[in-house]
């Protein structure tokens, strides 16, 4: 019965967006069938280069003129088969990605992690979608599959042509450091159904897609990046819940799945090997059991969560050997590929294993078109990257995943025309937020109160509150990143408590998990979450505030006993 229902959720996100969809050949019949560019193409490159196609280089245009040069010394080089972009700017990295091509015998694979857009790598620059988290509490998955089909414009726009998303690991431990808000949330059919629609429209628009992090990253408390995870949930767990979103993914036809590193006991016992590492993970379970037969990244083959244990190359050797396609980050590359060649003499690996590999890889690069290669174009690249249609797209996004907890009754009740307290907690300067409501509150006062705020500060913010018939508290997180603690202080906590025994309207644009450390808020009679501290939000939340928006979201973790997944007006 629960088959049943998910294939008719696919089915109803397949009717929903088929009239956007462009008629593309399948990606992955298309990198398994035979063609005449990639035959060609692959009988012209020596066994060097064909294994050097199995690797992607770390690029940035923000480190200098030296950095870039060096970047570019390695490309010509040792061919590899990519580059994977971090942080610069729009122009920069289009100098480097043309400069990278034209140094390279087979077009390049260009990638970047874009989870919520090209603003996750530029975001000076260009427009930064809402996280997962709140993409989690959208309803109207319609939505999602035109944000994938507008970031894989700006991919294409900009040279590039994999992103590696979308985040399909179910966070279901609040206390995760890595994936977290990157996830869609705990659910495994709403993170399957968000992933889909997200993955249509960038394939649909014509670049390749990685889910990650397989078997699922979720419930950890372990970032990889720093120590290797360890994952001592049962195979049958696995299989029902972390493996469920991938499973589903792969029979829609997704281009790619990255692997990540964490070791995992019950699908593989050896002691310290990564999942990227396991033959059994890699090619038993991804491409036999669950049958993919399209591109298998490794994550980064930097981090500690693969290195730590298997040092000097080895783990190169190793993911290779396990099944992985493409290494992303290889520490050292020249050397990864002298000990993969040194591998082949050696029978750990077989030449025709390897050949096959690379045909598949170029059958995904001809897919891409990159057979037809176009230099990327200077002029009006940040006007193109920043068109009207993203902004506007943007705060449909974000309006549409506010999430009402608690009654609209207090909302409802607030009067334009009465003394009302307009508070700002963790952002020390007059907010987007705040002023939006202050041009509609006839009769209003802004205060601010930072995250640090000293005793005599709440205080006197307290006292004036007794002049006050209506109070609206907005709670920020001003880091990069919204964690799943606020960095208030003890006096900023117990201010809030109070608050909230006051009839108060609370925003909070933050992690919707902060609320557990905030004891006493759970009183508020109507609390919006807004999920992240930008201005979008703010406008969002505005809006519900002024009652030109009915909100919609839906809450796509359980945060305690008081606020649930589903919660939502």
Request: hydrophobic share 40%.
């Amino acid at each position: 019965m629960l088959k049943k229902a998910v294939l008719a959720v696919v089915f109803s996100i397949t009717v929903s967006i088929a009239a956007f969809a462009q008629q593309r050949e399948k990606f992955i019949p298309f990198i398994n069938s035979q063609h005449a560019w990639v035959d060609s193409v692959f009988n012209a490159l020596s066994n060097r280069e064909k294994v050097a196609q199995l690797f992607m280089v770390r690029a940035h245009s923000d480190l200098g003129p030296k950095y870039i040069d060096s970047v570019a010394g390695v490309v010509q080089r040792e061919q590899l088969g990519g580059i994977v972009l971090f942080q610069g700017g729009p122009i920069r990295h289009a100098q480097v990605i043309n400069r990278y091509q034209r140094l390279s015998k087979v077009p390049l694979f260009v990638a970047l992690d874009g989870e919520w857009g090209l603003g996750m790598r530029l975001p000076d620059s260009t427009v930064s979608f809402p996280y997962q988290m709140a993409l989690g509490a959208i309803q109207n998955e319609a939505l999602i599959y035109q944000m994938g089909r507008e970031i894989a414009r700006d991919f294409k726009r900009l040279g590039l042509n994999i992103n590696f998303a979308p985040v399909v690991d179910i966070n279901n431990n609040p206390r995760n450091p890595v994936i977290n808000f990157r996830s869609f949330g705990e659910d495994k059919q709403n993170v399957t159904r968000k992933g889909l629609a997200y993955m249509r429209g960038m394939m649909d628009e014509g670049i390749m897609v990685s889910l990650k992090h397989f078997p699922g990253h979720g419930d950890t408390d372990v970032d990889s990046h720093h120590d290797l995870p360890r994952l001592n949930f049962t195979a049958g767990r696995l299989d029902s819940l972390e493996m469920y979103p991938f499973r589903e993914l792969i029979k829609a036809g997704t281009s790619g799945v990255m692997i990540a590193h964490m070791n995992i006991p019950s699908l593989d016992n050896t002691p310290n090997l990564p999942s990227s590492l396991s033959k059994h993970i890699v090619t038993d379970i991804l491409k036999k059991r669950l049958g993919f037969d399209g591109l298998i990244f490794t994550d980064a083959m930097d981090m500690q969560g693969v290195v730590k244990h298997f040092r000097n190359g080895e783990a190169d050797v190793r993911a290779i050997i396990a099944g992985n396609d493409v290494l992303e980050l290889s520490l050292n590359s020249a050397r990864a590929i002298d000990l993969v060649l040194q591998a082949i003499k050696q029978q750990r690996l077989s030449q025709q294993d390897i050949d096959a590999r690379v045909k598949k890889i170029l059958a995904a690069k001809y897919w891409l078109g990159l057979d037809n290669r176009r230099e990327v174009v200077y002029a009006n690249l940040y006007e193109d990257l920043n068109r009207p249609q993203l902004r506007l797209l943007n705060q449909r996004l974000a309006d549409a995943s506010v999430t009402l907890l608690k009654s609209d009754y207090t909302i409802n009740s607030l009067d334009y025309s009465k003394r009302t307290a307009i508070i700002g907690i963790g952002d020390p300067e007059l907010s987007e937020f705040q002023q939006q409501l202050g041009r509609r509150f006839d009769n209003h006062l802004y205060f601010m109160l930072s995250a640090d705020a000293s005793a005599d500060d709440v205080a006197a913010v307290s006292s004036e509150l007794k002049g006050y018939s209506q109070v609206i508290v907005a709670l920020h997180d001003k880091r990069v990143r919204p964690r799943n603690t606020l960095n208030y202080n003890g006096t900023v906590r117990l201010f809030i408590n109070e608050l909230a025994n006051m009839n108060s309207v609370f925003c909070v644009f933050a992690n919707p998990y902060a609320l557990a450390g905030l004891p006493g808020v759970e009183q508020a009679k109507s609390i919006l979450i807004c999920y992240q501290n930008d201005k979008v939000m703010q406008r969002a939340a505005a809006k519900v505030v002024l009652r030109q928006l009915n909100p919609s979201g839906r809450l796509p973790v359980t945060v305690n006993s008081f606020f649930r997944y589903g919660d939502g007006k």
